[in-house]
């Protein structure tokens, strides 16, 4: 009896599952406040140079003196003319400015004057918290695979509270930046663990459509919540403080959450297995017999013992010690380097859009149940490589075709801009998750939380050109769009040349991986699918059929 039959015995759709599933969207909630912090601590409103003749003028009369001037935000003037025609530049750098804040939201930058010539100042701190992430994601990856997937989510969960609290007493470039760099080792790796350990113990229905929805559903409330909580609370430090205090709950998940039963076995600790097994059997209410347990142990001991010495062992790079492993990883990697800057570049352009930023984070918040449902029904319906490769193939053609439109001056209608950013913000959506998952499905398990900690690192680290592409748009205005476009295209090809992992067994130990869809074809996911929708009867019983006979294992 290997571990999907057990599990199936124990309850894999059930009353556990669920308490994982609100679990969840507990951590989205506050990792989507965690991770888009950095952008709600640093929105910039419109802002002009202090001038002790506009004391009383109105922010309308304001605006209408400085549009005269190319720079109107840093000009500073040494006499304004009554008649509103002839005023004298100051040779002097501007040092105090006139904000028109965003519902009374007094930002980091505008409270430490951090715009013109030192605006540069809250980019090095944000940076910072990618080069965090980078750090963070490989290190808890390693952690994830070493002491545990619930230990490593735990610790992740406090960095993050430590770098967003002292975040709150930074007043200097050097303060600002280390308390970022802390903040951000905790990004992604607060969520991927426990995203690793819901994957291995639901049932595919449930995770297809259910974890999904639950992802995008919550990562919305998240969000929104982010947003508002600023403008209630009216301060970016006091904001940082609200946000940061639910990461300290997390650690109550170790009391809640049964360790990976299937990272145990390739520990060598069936026994620990078993035990976990046994509580969700208990929490689900159902009567196991001790012989299953038996026959799980020696499904075990015959088909994992004499590799498990090895496996416990294991390191990433003996994924590069055999031909196909070798090149399923670097598409894996090749995907992520592709996908991950596409996301970050799409989901952070929420200024200069002729809205208010909390408006638009709204608005594209909302985009994300609707792409987490219609994700999740896409890959239960047609697979988890056409969903991948439709959505990564139609928001690159979206995106072509956004830049045109643009290009042609209809950047001037708010409506249109606000509208073809929400529909880049579902399609990337869509993209990102449904590859996401697709790539992390073919991490065996001995080393998948490493696996995952690497090609998501390698991401983060390539969305460091994210700035450089949509800088290009000074010189071509359709030119990052059109860049963006084409990258989703390349990560459409490179999935298309990945196996299907939907209704398949997936690999535990790295000898698993290396035969895992050997012998597919490219377009056999195609015929599958055309197969599935013939015949109405398989369609129905799919889901059962692969929740009796599928093993699962992943993360985002």
Same mark, same amino acid.
């Given at each position: ?106 930002? +980091? ?46 610790? @992740? ?224 319906? +047609? ?77 983060? @680290? ?78 129905? +019983? ?15």
């Amino acid at each position: 009896m290997d571990f999907e039959e057990i599990l199936a015995k124990c309850g894999n759709s059930s009353r556990y599952q669920f308490v994982l599933l609100a679990l969840y969207g507990y951590l989205m909630v506050v990792v989507s406040m965690h991770y888009f912090s950095q952008n709600v601590i640093s929105f910039v409103p419109d802002h002009w140079c202090y001038h002790e003749q506009l004391e009383n003028r109105t922010f309308a009369e304001i605006e209408q003196i400085y549009s005269q001037f190319e720079k109107p935000s840093c000009t500073r003037l040494e006499k304004i003319d009554e008649h509103g025609q002839n005023h004298t530049l100051s040779t002097e750098r501007c040092n105090r400015w006139i904000y028109k804040y965003d519902f009374g939201y007094k930002s +980091m930058n505008t409270e430490l004057n951090w715009v013109c010539d030192e605006a540069y100042k809250a980019r090095v701190g944000q940076s910072l918290f990618f080069v965090g992430s980078v750090c963070g994601t490989l290190a808890f990856g390693l952690l994830g695979d070493r002491i545990g997937r619930i230990r490593a989510l735990i610790l @992740a969960n406090w960095c993050g509270f430590l770098g967003d609290f002292s975040t709150i007493f930074a007043d200097s470039l050097t303060s600002f930046s280390v308390s970022r760099f802390i903040s951000g080792l905790a990004a992604d790796a607060n969520s991927y663990l426990m995203y690793i350990l819901i994957l291995e113990y639901v049932s595919p229905s449930l995770r297809n459509v259910g974890l999904n929805t639950v992802l995008g559903s919550f990562y919305c409330l998240g969000l929104i919540g982010a947003c508002w909580l600023a403008v209630w609370v009216g301060h970016w430090r006091t904001f940082l403080a609200c946000s940061s205090v639910p990461l300290l709950l997390v650690t109550l998940f170790y009391f809640l959450v049964q360790e990976s039963a299937q990272w145990l076995v390739t520990r060598n600790d069936v026994d620990g297995a078993i035990r976990r097994l046994e509580r969700v059997a208990k929490i689900n209410r159902r009567q196991v017999a001790a012989k299953d347990f038996k026959d799980f142990r020696s499904y075990c001991e015959q088909h994992y013992r004499k590799d498990n010495d090895k496996e416990e062992h294991a390191k990433l790079l003996d994924m590069l010690k055999t031909p196909r492993m070798r090149s399923t990883a670097f598409k894996l990697l090749l995907i992520f380097i592709i996908i991950v800057p596409c996301y970050n570049t799409i989901a952070r352009n929420v200024e200069g859009l002729g809205i208010s930023p909390f408006i638009m984070f709204s608005l594209n918040a909302l985009t994300l149940p609707p792409s987490g449902y219609l994700q999740g029904l896409l890959q239960d319906r +047609m697979g988890r490589k056409a969903t991948s490769v439709g959505w990564m193939t139609i928001t690159g053609i979206f995106a072509v075709a956004a830049g045109l439109v643009i290009s042609q001056g209809s950047n001037r209608n708010v409506v249109l801009l606000v509208g073809l950013t929400m529909a880049a913000r579902f399609g990337v959506s869509i993209a990102d998750g449904a590859s996401s998952q697709f790539s992390t499905e073919l991490i065996p398990t001995s080393v998948r939380g490493r696996g995952v900690a690497v090609v998501h690192v390698a991401g983060f @680290a390539a969305s460091f050109l994210s700035p450089y592409i949509l800088h290009l748009g000074t010189y071509f205005r359709p030119a990052p769009s059109i860049i963006l476009g084409l990258l989703f295209m390349c990560g459409a090809y490179v999935c298309l040349l990945l196996p299907e992992t939907r209704n398949k067994k997936l690999p535990m130990s790295l000898a698993e991986g290396e035969e895992f869809g050997r012998g597919e074809g490219v377009f056999d996911f195609l015929r599958q699918m055309l197969k599935k929708e013939g015949s109405k009867s398989e369609v129905e +019983m799919g889901p059962t059929i692969v929740e009796e006979d599928t093993l699962i294992n992943k993360p985002k």
